[in-house]
């Protein structure tokens, strides 16, 4: 999405789909610091929400930006399913490194929401 000028007064909807940018933002980056896997359930919730602002959404500042939403959702089941696959209770190497690399491409395409809304 080209950066221009996006019309936040009035729109409460991508006014709330700004905020879960944000907090996936610092949640992304809070897993990624301390590895607390805990995070995810909150991480969970934001992405749902953010989906189910955004996908199916006509507007411009929905549709712009679908790829990287899709590699938002895309990266977050496949962090579920590496998880989820895991036989013990904390996180192999391999698993946590592949948790790693999932969580930086959300953080990746996380930024490039904020830029396309020229918000950073």
Avoid: P, W
């Avoid at 000028?5 to 996936?24: A, M, P, S, T, Y």
């Avoid at 929400?49 to 996908?55: A, C, L, P, T």
């Avoid at 496949?78 to 895991?86: E, G, L």
Wanted: hydrophobic residues 40%; negative net charge; aromatic residues 8%.
């Amino acid at each position: 999405m080209e950066e221009k000028e996006i019309q936040l007064e009035g729109n409460e909807k991508l006014q709330r789909f700004i905020q879960l940018v944000c907090d996936l933002n610092h949640q992304t980056v809070d897993v990624l610091k301390t590895g607390n896997t805990q995070v995810l359930f909150a991480m969970n919730d934001t992405i749902e929400e953010m989906y189910s602002i955004q996908n199916g959404a006509s507007e411009d500042e929905y549709t712009e930006i679908d790829a990287e939403c899709q590699i938002i959702y895309k990266n977050f089941n496949a962090i579920i399913t590496m998880i989820s696959s895991n036989e013990d209770e904390k996180l192999d190497a391999a698993t946590s490194n592949a948790v790693k690399i999932f969580l930086k491409n959300i953080f990746e395409a996380n930024v490039g929401i904020v830029r396309a809304y020229g918000l950073a």
